[in-house]
C-alpha cells in the first residue's frame, strides 16, 4: 500500500509542476494530458434459454506525458467501476480477479466493493525514459512492443496481449528496464529485461533491420523459465502486406532434452482502393492438441496468455473484414477456427463516429462448438459502447 500511495504522491507532484510550468507563459508546453472516458454495456448469453447475465463498466483513462529535456515521463492510469448482475452473481471472485496485477510492482486497487459492484484503480504505465543521440533507456513499468501479427505474437515475450481483450487497445505493460539503440536509420540492438508478481525473470536481446524491403527481426534470451530464439518479419507481396513470427521456448530443467515448444503465425492484409480490407492469419503451436481444446468458462473471465500458450490448440485460423461504409462509419466481421475440434469464434463490429471525440460501438463474441471445445463453453456475449476520447 504504501508503494501505491507514493504512486499518487508522484502524479500530485508532476500535475503540479506541469500546471506550474503552464502558467509561466514563457516557454512551450512540455507535457500532454489525454484519455477517455467511456460507458461499456455487456450481456453475456451462457444459454438461449437460460439467464441473460448482464453488467456495466464505467471506464476512465489518463494518460500524462512531461518531456523534460532528455527525459520524458509517461504516467497512465486506469480507473474502472463494474455493476449489475455479473459482479452479483460471481462475488467476490470478479472483484478479487479485477486487482491482480501479474507486474512486479503492485499497482492496482480496489477501492471499494459490495455485492453488485466493484471500484479498481491501476497504473499500467509510470516510467521514464533516458534519448541521447542514438540511444534511450525506459526504466518503469512499459510497453515493449515485440511483436508483428495482429493476432498473435510469438515474439512479444515481454507483454503478450489477448485478442479478446478488445476494449483495452493501449495493451498491458510490464515492470522492466528496456534498452535501445538505432544502428542505422532503419536497423536497431535491443535488450530488455522485466520481472513479474513471482519473481520469474524475462530476460532477451534483438536486432531489427531492414533489407530487400523487409523488415526482421531477431531475439534470444530467457522467458520465464525458458530460453527462447525467435525472428519474425514483414513486408509486402504484389500490394498485400506479408508478415510473420516464430519463437522456439525450450524448458531449463530439460535442456538436454526433445522438450521444447514451437509457436509460429502468418498474417496477409490486403486494403482494395475502395478501402475494403482483408486479414488473414494462421498460428501454429506444436505442444497445441489436435483434439478438445476448452479451458473452461472461468479461464474467458480471467485470460492469463503469454507468448508460449495463446491457445491449447495446435492449429488456429484467423480472417477479418473491414468497411468504412460511410466515412463516419465501419463494419468488420472477424472469426477464428479450430480444425482441430471445429469449434468457431465470430466477431460482428460496427463503429459510428459520433463528433471528433465522440464514438459509439456495438460489436459480439459469439462462441459456437460442443462442451469441451476451445470455444464450446464461452457462449455468446454482446457489447454496446459510448466513448468520448480527450
Known sequence: MKGFNKAILTIVLL???AAASAQEGKKPRNWTLNGHLQDLGTVWIQ???GTWQTMNQIKNRFDFRWYPGSFSVHIGMRNNI??????KLYYPYMADLAVVDPSYLDMTRLIGKDTSYYMTSNFDRFSLRYATGNFQATVGRQRINWGIN????PNDIFNTFDYFDFDYVERPGCDAVHLQYYTGATSSVEAAIKIDSRDRITLAGMYRFNKWNYDFQFLGGYMTGDYVVGAGWSGNIKGAGFNG???YFHPEENFGDTSGVLVGSLGVNYTFRNSLMFQFAGLYNSDGTTGPAGMGTGFFIYREVSAKT???ARYSLFGNISYPVTPLFTASLASMFNPGDNSVFVGPTFDVSITSNIE?????QLFFGDQGTEFGDYGKLAYGRLKWNF
Open 360 to 364: 459509439f460501438m456495438i460489436t459480439a
Open 15 to 17: 500535475f503540479s509542476v
Open 245 to 247: 513470427e516464430m519463437s
Open 82 to 87: 463494474t455493476y449489475g448482475m455479473m459482479p
Open 150 to 153: 495482429y493476432v498473435w505474437n
Open 310 to 312: 495463446f491457445t491449447l
Open 47 to 49: 444459454d438461449w434459454d
